[in-house]
C-alpha cells in the first residue's frame, strides 16, 4: 500500500516572527497584547502637515518636537 504524507498545516507551527502560524490578534489580546489605535488628525493638523512636508520630507528631532507642539500631538504621532 502507499503511505500517505501528512502535509503540515499551518496550525501545527507558531512562529515568534509573523507570518503563516503566527498568532491571531485575538490570542495576542488574551496575553495583553493590545492593537494601537490609530490617529485621528484634525483638518488644520493635516494641512500643517501636508504643507510642511511638501517643503520637507524628511524633520530633524528639533523639526519634529516643534511640530508636535504646533499640532498638539506627540512627536510619535
Known amino acids: 500500500t502507499k503511505q500517505m504524507k501528512r502535509k503540515k498545516s499551518t496550525d501545527?507551527?507558531?512562529s515568534p516572527l509573523g507570518g503563516?502560524?503566527?498568532m491571531t490578534s485575538e490570542?495576542?489580546?488574551e496575553l495583553g497584547r493590545r492593537?494601537?489605535?490609530r490617529t485621528t488628525f484634525t483638518g488644520r493638523q493635516i494641512f500643517e502637515l501636508e504643507k510642511l512636508f511638501?517643503?520637507?520630507k524628511y524633520l530633524?528631532?528639533?523639526e519634529r518636537a516643534d511640530m508636535a507642539k504646533l499640532l498638539n500631538v506627540t512627536e510619535t504621532q
Open 35 to 37: 492593537k494601537k489605535a
Open 60 to 62: 530633524s528631532s528639533g
Open 54 to 56: 511638501e517643503v520637507k
Open 20 to 22: 503563516e502560524g503566527s
Open 27 to 29: 490570542e495576542g489580546e
Open 12 to 14: 501545527d507551527v507558531r
